[in-house]
């Protein structure tokens, strides 16, 4: 009984958190500080991944270096900049999705967990994991469309 209201109260906190419309602060100086906002239409065959749990997709074009959609089941989505957040953006600094991991493409290979948004230590050459991957706000509009914004 405490491991089923355990598992509902983090999941009614991850609600919360994704539908919260307080602006949270995320402050980077590997990063620019960029303003993000657009819709994702689920119908689409791009986004079909994200109609089943534990599927990431990349959207180019947003953030730093795009976005990285998640659905994490019970119609509860996450979004994070694309970017390696532990050094600054260049060419090779993107991440790659493979599977529910973040890769950077630079010679350090940072990995990263795209549920938690923290760096993969054992799996990461680089030094420094001061941060985590710059989160953005998902709201479920209710008709198959998301909104991803900052």
Do not use: W
């Amino acid at each position: 009984m405490k491991k089923l209201f355990s598992v509902l109260f983090v999941s009614l906190l991850l609600a919360h958190q994704s539908c919260s419309s307080d602006k949270q602060s995320y402050t980077n100086p590997n990063l620019l500080d960029v303003n993000v906002s657009f819709t994702v239409n689920l119908s689409l065959p791009q986004f079909n991944p994200l109609q089943f749990p534990l599927n990431p997709v990349y959207v180019e074009g947003y953030g730093n270096s795009g976005v990285i959609i998640i659905n994490m089941g019970s119609d509860n989505y996450l979004a994070f900049d694309a970017a390696d957040p532990n050094h600054p953006v260049r060419d090779c600094s993107a991440l790659k999705v493979d599977g529910i991991e973040g890769v950077c493409r630079c010679e350090d290979h940072n990995t990263y967990n795209l549920v938690s948004g923290t760096v993969i230590e054992k799996k990461s050459a680089g030094k420094d994991f001061e941060y985590s991957l710059k989160p953005y706000q998902v709201i479920d509009n209710g008709n198959g469309t998301l909104r991803i914004q900052d």
